[in-house]
């Protein structure tokens, strides 16, 4: 299996569409891989000239990657510009996840790019391959070398990601590729920003859990293509750790923006 089979979701019934599973090291079923076909499963209930540019995920129960899941999509709205849809992720347990996306035609604009990815970075080829699963290439950028200028938080952690065997000249399937990817960073970044978690870690005491997931897409992409994923914790409280960060194209462009709420608890020693 590929990420194009992944996100080619079989029809069962009105609105309603069911993907595959797929093991992962941990055990469970990766966030990105819901939250990518839940948003999969909205687009098919679009028109082809919409894009979605946000989406928010809310975590509800670990997925079992044994099992196919059904996604239940429910047409908010149809507007001139703006199309919403909801969509409810089930298992044979129940709900686990439940996600919004909100989808735009295409309309001109001013376009700013206001934020920008740390200068003299290494480049993904003088990194060593770290991934994790065979649908993606992952170089981990060492800690040493992150600077804080324009960062706020802490925990400030990054990686070049790309997506394997996506077609070229899908925009939506680069969109749900990006969502794929985004996350993978965010817990690493509350595990590093909090030096007892980061002690609990090491340690095997530390339970997280992934609990809200949003992304904003801002321009095209191609998501086979190498990206700067950053990301930072910026508040830690009722074991949750709220994280913010980007993703860069290899030029600076920025493409995305990531925000995550994860539940990290820690066992007494």
Known sequence: MNLEELFDLAPHGPDVFVGDG?????????????????????????????????????????????????????????????????????????????????????????????????VDLPTPDS???????????RRTIPSGVLTSNNRVGTGHVAAWLRAKDLPLGNELMNRCA?????????????????PEITRASDEGRRFSASLDHTVWFHRPSVASQWHLYEMSCVNFNGAR????????????????????ETLVRVRPE
Request: glycine share 8%.
């Open 22 to 118: 797929h093991e992962y090291p941990w055990g469970g079923l990766f966030g990105g891989h819901i939250v990518a076909q839940a948003l999969r499963a909205a687009a098919f209930t679009v028109s082809g000239d919409v894009l979605p540019h946000s989406l928010r995920a809310y975590f509800i129960r670990r997925g079992d990657n044994t099992k196919p899941v059904r996604y239940e999509v429910d047409r908010i709205r149809d507007g001139r510009s703006f199309t919403t849809r909801r969509v409810v992720a089930r298992q044979q347990d129940g709900a686990i996840l439940n996600l919004e996306a909100s989808f735009q035609s295409v309309e001109s604009s001013i376009d700013e790019q206001l934020v920008f990815p740390q």
């Open 127 to 137: 990194l060593e391959e770290s991934s994790w699963s065979t649908f993606l290439e």
């Open 178 to 194: 990006i969502a794929y990817l985004s996350d993978d960073l965010p817990n690493e970044s509350v595990v590093a920003g909090i």
């Open 241 to 260: 750790g709220l994280t913010m960060g980007n993703v860069f194209t290899q030029d600076g462009i920025h493409i995305a923006t990531i925000a995550q």
